[in-house]
């Protein structure tokens, strides 16, 4: 199973960006959103279940961030709007097969599979 990330890139603060997740051939329960800036821990950003039950977002990005799914290609999306400085990271997907609650969702060793990341860099 594979997870591919895309839709990073170089942006001025205040722009819009929408990162894409594509899983190889099937969906999975939950999926995760994460970002790893240099020199710091990998960090929670958005997950939501597949079935739509659950979403949750860290506090950092609520209100900014939209986590969302396209049902027929299978595609997880980040939409990410009023970019900031401190949003420059590379930017994961992540994916369980179990359905999480929503206290677990920001965990990062509840996800099974991670896509290869994807660099956002916002200029101020």
């Known amino acids: 199973v594979q997870l591919q990330a895309s839709g990073g890139g170089l942006v001025q603060a205040g722009a819009s960006l929408r990162l894409s997740c594509a899983a190889s051939g099937r969906t999975f329960s939950t999926y995760g959103w994460f970002r790893q800036a240099p020199g710091k821990e990998r960090e929670f950003v958005a997950a939501f279940r597949w079935n739509g039950s659950g979403t949750k977002y860290a506090d950092s990005v609520r209100g900014r961030f939209t986590i969302s799914k396209h049902s027929v290609n299978k595609m997880v999306y980040l939409q990410m709007n009023s970019l900031r400085p401190e949003d420059t990271a590379v930017y994961y997907c992540?994916?369980?097969?179990?359905?999480?609650?929503?206290?677990?969702?920001?965990?990062?060793?509840?996800?099974?599979?991670w896509g290869q990341g994807t660099l956002v860099t916002v200029s101020s």
């Open positions: 992540a994916a369980t097969s179990r359905t999480l609650i929503l206290s677990t969702m920001g965990r990062k060793n509840e996800y099974e599979y």
